[in-house]
């Protein structure tokens, strides 16, 4: 079996165009792959090992699964996912999102073609709100988070401990303009 190094290794796509599709059981381990890619940079979450499938899947909205695909070879290149962020029928509209992009195609714009179907599949299925928790240091994500409507919450202070640290977390949201009015 590969290791989530090898597989990231190998998925490095030739780059030729990009497609949007719903995540498939199939795609797990180049999911997770990425996932851990990205936990392994120290800037992505709080979690230092990926879950497994089961673990992944357990806890997500299966109708707000996405991947980014390269078009020529079919390797997955990022992934959006959403959690309810409450059992409250007050917050049946409100999720919290995860987006990760595969380490060799990063500020490429997939993040941001990933986030921008997601929102509009989101609304969709009668999403208002769209959250997430981001680090102060995750430049990429807050600019992304930003281009895309988000606005900052505010700085939750510590909220967290990270590999030994207590991490401060900015929380985004973006409140749909059409969904929930
Ligand atoms: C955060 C992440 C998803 C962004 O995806 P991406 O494909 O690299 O980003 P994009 O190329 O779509 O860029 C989106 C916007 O952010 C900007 N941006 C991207 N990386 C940036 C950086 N390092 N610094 C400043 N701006 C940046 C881009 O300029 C772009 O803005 P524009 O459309 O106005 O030009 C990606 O870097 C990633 O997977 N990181 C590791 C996992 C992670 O941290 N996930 C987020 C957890 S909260």
Known sequence: MMTHEEIVQAAKPAGTGLGIRPMLQSDAEQVLAIYQAGLDTGQAGFET?????????????????????????????????????????????????????HPGCQA??????????????SEDAGIWTIQAGVFPDNTASLALHDRLGFRVVGTRERVGRHRGLWRDVVLLERRSAVTGQ
């Open 108 to 121: 490429h714009g997939i993040g941001r073609a990933l986030l921008e179907e997601f929102i509009a599949a």
């Open 49 to 101: 090992t990926a879950p497994s499938w089961e673990g992944f899947t357990a806890g997500k909205l299966a109708h707000l699964r996405y991947v980014a695909v390269d078009t020529a070879t079919g390797q997955v290149v990022g992934w959006v996912a959403a959690s309810p962020v409450s059992a409250r029928p007050v917050y049946a509209g409100v999720v919290e999102h995860s987006v990760y992009v």
